[in-house]
């Protein structure tokens, strides 16, 4: 039976409460992240927002990039998860490091929503395309900035309410910088490498897979 894919960011904002579909039917989604702090409280912002019961989210796990992918393996065996995320940041990580972490993904059906440098620039695409390669710094003082006229200050706290009417804009954005890279794409619901065969992550500057956080 063929399905229609859908962003996970849009599989069911804006239904009723009581969704038709039973929850025991729900696929179970898993999603492990680097920090204790700003991919963790976002993604439980978006868990509530979207009512998403059958996700977990689990944070503090990031001594490095492979332990993460190893912890979620772990995770997806031991619960039969039916999806494994890991959230992961280019950040100052050695490159073999990560290509190892990305590689074992791929080996263990692990998904990943990778940016590069930093989960920040996720939240900055929420206002505008973003094709150079900053980092963190950068991109702090640069969320600040639009962030003013909010009267907010970033503080690496969760800015889900605050960007959720940007959302839209926020993947088109990530999309588009996707072509920018001319990166090949494969219309798949499969891990990093299989949906951007060829993608050297580290040497690719900047860019997220964010937006492929994806449930049918």
């Known amino acids: 039976k063929k399905t229609t894919k859908k962003s996970f960011f849009s599989s069911s904002r804006n239904q009723?409460?009581?969704n038709s579909k039973n929850l025991s039917e729900r696929d179970r989604i898993l999603i492990v992240c680097e920090g204790e702090?700003?991919?963790v409280d976002y993604f439980k912002d978006l868990k509530e927002d979207f009512r998403l019961p059958t996700v977990d989210?689990?944070?503090g796990r990031g001594r490095n990039n492979t332990t993460l992918v190893d912890f979620a393996v772990k995770e997806k065996k031991k619960y039969d998860y039916d999806e494994a995320w890991c959230v992961i940041d280019?950040?100052?990580f050695a490159v073999n490091v990560i290509n190892k972490?990305?590689?074992?993904?791929k080996n263990e059906k692990i998904r990943l929503a990778v940016s590069?440098?930093?989960f920040e620039l996720w939240y900055l695409l929420h206002f505008h395309f973003v094709n150079d390669?900053?980092?963190r710094d950068e991109y702090k003082k640069r969320l600040n900035r639009e962030l003013k006229s909010l009267k907010i200050k970033y503080n690496k706290q969760s800015l889900y309410?605050?960007?959720t009417d940007k959302l839209e804009n926020a993947i088109e954005n990530a999309e588009k910088l996707v072509h920018f890279h001319q990166i090949k794409i494969k219309d798949t619901k499969q891990t990093l490498l299989e949906r951007y065969p060829g993608l050297k992550f580290c040497e690719t500057k900047p860019f997220t897979s964010m937006h492929d956080l994806r449930s049918e």
């Open 16 to 18: 009723p409460k009581r």
């Open 37 to 39: 702090k700003t991919e």
């Open 57 to 59: 989210i689990i944070g």
């Open 90 to 92: 280019r950040d100052s």
């Open 101 to 105: 972490a990305i590689e074992k993904a």
């Open 116 to 118: 590069n440098e930093c």
């Open 133 to 135: 390669g900053q980092g």
């Open 161 to 163: 309410g605050v960007l």
